[in-house]
């Protein structure tokens, strides 16, 4: 098999990129080891454990792609209002979409639904080639070009691979790229509960001594008492909390949250995941690229992982457009460093900032706790300054890539 790129990893980063280079006039296959299969949805199905908050720029590009459609169609719930505390102290602060007279701040979705309906704007273009269980076995480079050699013995060469294949990146191992990683020493538990009152479109977020803990809204059939949560913990905690039944589950996640929205009256199947920051020297070399996770992760603090991601993929397919209307080769190094100029400074500006609040947050001394406190109070008190991070959320900043731009 031969194509002019090849996207390694059909989730949601990868899925919006092949939509996005549609019409480029490069031959795309989508690889995956997955099945690719999409199941008929069900809406009275049971929340799937891991969500995103997609900021209204990430809603832009699945717009732009197609893809949103099918989203809105399954199971989406738009928030309006962040409220966020500090459970050691005083300090609070609430951003509404109303300040800077949006709609929303964004939308809570669940992955599974991002990624099927993208599958399913893929297949109704028919321009792009899927091939599912399908495992890298070697990536090697070849002249001008890669050779893949997929477990089952078939060969795929392409001038351009992209690595879209998450945060244990198999073509990142295989090329080589190099990265920086450190534990968080955490832990997030992740599952769907609902809540004895409604959430009012409304995440919640509290940093407690062992780390934040998030309640993000979720709606089905028009009950808004669901909310998706995200508790951050130390690792022995972690342990803890998982080995706890249901109702001493609930009990413990209902003091964590100070009861902000009542009684916990029902938990779904927990889910415990190691945390971990990564990212990658480098996003590029001759004929690769790294998108999303395969090129950095970070702390889910504030669920931007997928959004940075989407935003790899829109300014990564605007880059390609752009040489192929010069006439350059979209393999050639030089091309390819223009989306690592781009987005590497924005991706490791996120990451300092993240790391920067979950320090400052886990911090014990009394002159850090105040400071903490004293941020949140100052920031409350200047609707200038929230609008400002508002916006930022939002993604109305200058500098994004065509597909998100508003």
Known sequence: M???LVIVGAGMVGSTLALALAGSGLSILVVDAGALEVPAFEAAAPFEPRVSALSMASQRILERVGAWPGIVSRRACRYTDMRVWDGSGTGQIHFSAASVHAEALGHIVENR???????????????????GNASLQTLERDGT???????????IRSELVVAADGAQS?????????????DYLHHAIVTSVRCAEPHLRTAWQRFTDDGPLAFLPLERAGDQHWCSIVWSCTEPEARRLMALDDEAFRAALGRAFEYRLGEIQ?????????????????????????VGDAAHVIHPLAGQGVNLGL?????????????LTRGERPGELRVLSRYERRRMPHNLAMMAAMEGFERLFQADPLPLRWLR???????EALPELKSMFVRQALGLTSDLPELARA
């Open 266 to 290: 029902s938990v779904d199947p927990r889910l415990c995941i190691p945390l971990r920051q990564r990212h990658a020297k480098r996003y590029v070399q001759p004929g690769l690229a790294l």
């Open 311 to 323: 935003l790899d993929a829109a300014t990564l397919a605007e880059v390609l457009h752009a040489a």
């Open 373 to 379: 406190n004293a941020g949140l109070k100052g920031v």
């Open 170 to 182: 198999t073509v990142r191992r295989l090329a080589g790229c190099e990265t920086r990683e450190w």
């Open 113 to 131: 639904v991002v990624q099927d309906a993208l599958l399913d704007a893929l297949r109704a273009g028919g321009e792009i080639e899927l091939l």
């Open 2 to 4: 031969q194509a002019d």
């Open 145 to 155: 070009g890669w050779q893949i050699e997929l477990a089952d013995g078939r060969r």
